[in-house]
Nanobody, 125 residues
Framework: QVQLVESGGGLVQTGGSTKLSCVAS????????MGWFRQAPGKEREFVAG????????SYSDSAKGRFTISRDYAKNTVYLQMNNLTPVDTAIYYC??????????????????WGQGTQVTVSS
């Protein structure tokens, strides 16, 4: 099992930026996909971005493309989500997730096996 701990987020003004971090531990991540999901009040959890631990492939939701960037740091066992040009629509709890898989990223959160506790991002208008 992989343990995931998120940090970052907080209160951001519209048009601002913030960077989320997710530190992973527990086992080798070489065969894992890492992802960021978010869940706004009253809505289902949705896929935001994903990256293979090798870094060779990434995936973004339509709402994240062009504004968010996912990356990872081998040495720190950390995955990042840089979010720019934020709007109130981006307000949500953001979760880091992982699954032992290579290939296509799952959009269904039910198929990801490991989750962090979540970190709140609030974008003020």
């Amino acid at each position: 099992q992989v343990q995931l701990v998120e940090s970052g987020g907080g209160l951001v003004q519209t048009g601002g930026s913030t960077k989320l971090s997710c530190v992973a531990s527990g086992r080798s991540l070489s065969s894992y996909l890492m992802g960021w999901f978010r869940q706004a009040p009253g809505k289902e959890r949705e896929f935001v971005a994903g990256i293979s631990w090798s870094g060779s492939s990434t995936s973004y939701s339509d709402s994240a493309k062009g504004r968010f960037t996912i990356s990872r740091d081998y040495a720190k066992n950390t995955v990042y989500l840089q979010m720019n040009n934020l709007t109130p629509v981006d307000t949500a709890i953001y979760y880091c997730a992982s699954v032992r898989r290579l290939g296509t990223f799952y959009g269904d959160p039910g198929k990801w096996t490991d989750w962090g506790q979540g970190t709140q991002v609030t974008v003020s208008s």
